[in-house]
């Protein structure tokens, strides 16, 4: 299937590893351009390198903290002067591990800023391009913890959720301007930071800890590869995906205990 993303620009924040990787290397294989977004110079600049090298499109990095005002702009400028955005996936976005007791007001502030506030600054600023090039698709990666919350992370699925809603309420302003905003909630997504978890808290019997995190969460028994849910992030955002609008979908494996 052809998915009609041949030139146009997919912005990607967190593009320098995991998730965003998979996905802007997916839309690259679709013959898209993408500006991918990290706060690590050394492996943004590598990953966008290796992109154009292996697809032969356009691929620009972004070094920022998305956590901040001034770390947006430079992601609203730099595409702008890449020949403005098509596509924007809000992805960059980190776990945490707290009680409610104990977590610090800094701490709330820090996730709200990196996976709310971010979206609502890059949506804002990205719309004028993506309108201007004729209408687009925005894709909010939140997670399963937006609605099946995981105990030791009350401010990640609290921030998540709000991520959500916030994806809701924009698909309907969006819409009008051609605009299509849906969010993704992946549950166990096989990432680099996963194995590295796995490492920490299990040492070389690692592997054999995330398949109990698979037996115990999902149905299939199995993380999700990157690539997995990297089609269909790229497939959201193009115009075959032209009917979905405001939707939330699961990539899940079947984690999510309710309808
Ligand atoms: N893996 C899963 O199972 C899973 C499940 C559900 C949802 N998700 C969501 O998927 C997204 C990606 O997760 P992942 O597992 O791929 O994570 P990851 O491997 O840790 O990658 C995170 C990416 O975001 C960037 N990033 C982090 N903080 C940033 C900041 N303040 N400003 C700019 N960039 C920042 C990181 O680069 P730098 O550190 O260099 O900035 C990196 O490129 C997150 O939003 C996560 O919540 C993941």
């Known amino acids: ?8 620009l997919a912005v990607v924040t967190g593009g320098s590893k995991g998730i965003g990787l998979g996905v802007a290397r997916a839309f690259a294989r679709e013959g898209a351009n993408v500006l991918i977004t990290a706060r690590t110079k050394e492996a943004v600049e590598a990953a966008a390198a290796e992109i154009g090298a292996d697809f032969g499109v356009k691929a620009g990095a972004v ?12 992601v609203i400028d730099a595409a ?12 960059a976005g980190t776990g945490s591990n707290e009680t409610v007791a104990e977590a610090t007001d800094g701490k709330w502030q820090y996730y709200w800023d990196l996976h709310v506030m971010a979206a609502v600054r890059l949506s804002r600023g990205l719309a004028d391009q993506i309108e201007a090039k004729g209408g687009g698709a925005m894709l909010m990666n939140a997670s399963i913890c937006a609605v099946q919350p995981l105990w030791y992370e009350p401010i990640y699925n609290t921030t998540k959720a709000a991520l959500l809603m916030f994806s809701k309420t924009l698909s309907t302003e969006m819409i009008k301007r051609g605009i299509r ?15 590295n978890t796995a490492r920490d808290l299990a040492g070389q019997e690692w592997e054999a800890y995330l ?3 698979a037996d115990e969460h999902a149905d299939i028994k199995r993380f999700g590869t990157v690539d997995e849910l990297a089609d269909f992030c790229v497939f959201l955002c193009s115009p075959k995906a032209s009917y979905s609008v405001g939707s939330a979908y699961h990539v899940d494996g079947g984690m999510l205990k309710t309808t």
């Open 181 to 195: 905003v849906n969010t993704v909630n992946p549950g166990l997504i096989r990432t680099p930071d996963w194995e």
């Open 63 to 74: 070094v920022s903290d998305i956590a901040s005002a001034d770390g947006c702009q430079a």
């Open 1 to 8: 299937m052809d998915l009609g993303l041949t030139g146009k």
């Open 80 to 91: 702008r002067a890449f020949g403005g955005a098509d596509v924007f996936v809000s992805n």
């Open 211 to 213: 398949q109990e995190v």
